[in-house]
């Protein structure tokens, strides 16, 4: 399937919309820095932290939606980051954000493809990405990609979503959304095995279940509670398909098969 064909993030990129700015009131009220995904500040402190984020780092963020996540590493770190986004709207956005918050020189933004990696080998001293990589098809070539951009030694970080999904063609349907391909997830597990595949050493991998189930939880309540207002700006199936998709991961986490997974790997010398 081909992957731009699949990706509509236009909607949600609309920061400002009514219903968006209702749901990111509920989700987030003073937390929200323009995140696209189900992190807040303290995820973004506890990375720079982990990673050794400092003035001296040049980091790549890989699906960096509307610069939010980026933008607010640049400002606690000082680092220099690259955004790689494949929606001309997040990219728009983000560019904007940056020359808005004193930052364009420091943080910059680039419209593409992620699996199309447009760098030279040996770049970047950091990789992140934040709620993403489970979007792709062949992870694998992803993350060899992500390798090759990498200087020797440096860390590949990345968050996501790590599902194990029953044999249920009910939750199967409930848990497809926009980009997000079920048969693309996968467990903690295969993402470490295609980690090792790809040439990374696996440093750490942080599993964030209660606070996943919070963010998911809050996502689902803020569905039901603008439930009106966002009817009108995405369509009645869109709101009820993502009503279903957030109460189906809030079970799913329950059942102990789901979660949030932040993965740390290091590029060997
Ligand atoms: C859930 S959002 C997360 C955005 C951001 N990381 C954040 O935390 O706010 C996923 C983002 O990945 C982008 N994306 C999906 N496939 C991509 C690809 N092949 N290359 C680059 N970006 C991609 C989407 O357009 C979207 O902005």
């Known amino acids: 399937m081909n992957q731009k064909e699949s990706i509509d993030y236009s909607e949600l990129h609309q ?3 009514p219903a968006n700015r209702l749901m990111r009131k509920t989700i987030w009220g003073n937390q929200d820095i323009g995140q696209q995904s189900f992190i807040t500040p303290p995820y973004l402190d506890e990375l720079i932290r982990k990673t050794g984020i400092d003035a001296d780092t040049y980091v790549l963020d ?3 939606g509307v610069g939010g996540p980026a933008i607010y590493i640049a400002q606690q770190s000082e680092c220099r980051i690259m955004g790689i986004e494949v929606s001309d709207v997040g ?5 904007k954000f940056a020359a808005d918050s004193g930052l364009s020189d420091r943080a910059t933004f680039h419209l593409g493809d992620a699996m199309e990696m447009p760098f030279p080998e040996n770049t970047f001293d950091v990789i992140i990405s934040l709620n993403v990589i489970n979007v792709f098809e ?3 070539e992803l993350f060899r990609q992500a390798l090759r951009v990498l200087k020797p030694e440096g860390i590949f970080t990345f968050l996501s979503g790590a599902v194990d999904l029953p044999d249920d063609p009910e939750v199967i349907k409930r848990m497809s959304r926009g980009c997000l391909i079920t048969e693309y997830y996968d467990t903690a597990g295969s993402y470490k095995t295609k980690l090792k595949q790809a040439g990374f050493q696996v440093v750490e991998v942080i599993e964030y279940v209660e ?30 398909h993502h009503v279903k998709y957030f109460d189906t991961y809030v079970r799913l986490i329950d059942e102990g098969r789901a979660g949030n997974y932040l993965f740390i790997s290091r590029k060997p010398k």
């Open 211 to 240: 606070d996943c189930r919070i963010q998911i939880k809050l996502w689902g309540d803020a569905f039901n509670k603008h439930y009106d207002a966002i009817v009108k700006e995405q369509g009645k199936e869109t709101t009820d």
């Open 15 to 17: 920061l400002d919309s």
């Open 138 to 140: 062949d992870k694998e």
């Open 62 to 64: 890989i699906g960096s």
């Open 91 to 95: 990219v728009e956005r983000a560019r």
